[in-house]
């Protein structure tokens, strides 16, 4: 397992993108698989960074990566205001039926991380969100 900590901003997306990009090229996954698993972790950081602390505090978020056989896991932490993804209805699921010129901008993230990655949990522990993501290698 490899993992990096920094601070909860955006633009320390790019030093997580780099990470991940780095330690999973040795993975064995494609490189579109790739692409697709740090879109999902782009928007799951992102949601950490507007809103887990709401602006109020400094935090944190902590990435770790563990490659396996034939998955690669990522578990993103956070100090800040519980917050369950895998509870949250997507906002296709809300305006389902809508036309698309009424339906609001934004709020797919979280959708779209869940249809790229095989697997989400999450566990609020110690006061701590512990979002964990996976996805099998096609090899």
């Not at 633009?11 to 692409?35: A, R």
């Not at 369950?84 to 389902?96: C, G, L, N, V, Y």
């Not at 809508?98 to 566990?123: Q, S, W």
Request: proline share 1%; with cysteine; charged share 30%.
């Amino acid at each position: 397992m490899v993992n990096v900590i920094l601070d909860a901003k955006l633009n320390n997306w790019e030093t997580v993108y780099d990470f991940l990009k780095k330690n999973l090229s040795h993975s064995g996954m494609m490189k579109i698989d790739v692409e697709r698993f740090c879109v999902a972790c782009e928007e799951i950081f992102t949601n950490i960074c507007l809103y887990a602390y709401r602006g109020n505090e400094e935090g944190k978020v902590e990435v770790r990566l563990e490659i396996e056989q034939d998955t690669v896991k990522v578990h993103l932490i956070d100090e800040g205001i519980a917050f369950d993804p895998t509870q949250k209805t997507s906002r296709i699921e809300i305006e389902a039926g809508k036309n698309i010129d009424n339906r609001k901008i934004g709020g797919l993230g979280i959708h779209i991380a869940k249809k790229i990655v095989d697997f989400m949990e999450y566990e609020r522990v110690e006061g701590r969100n512990m979002l964990f993501i996976s996805k099998k290698l096609d090899k």
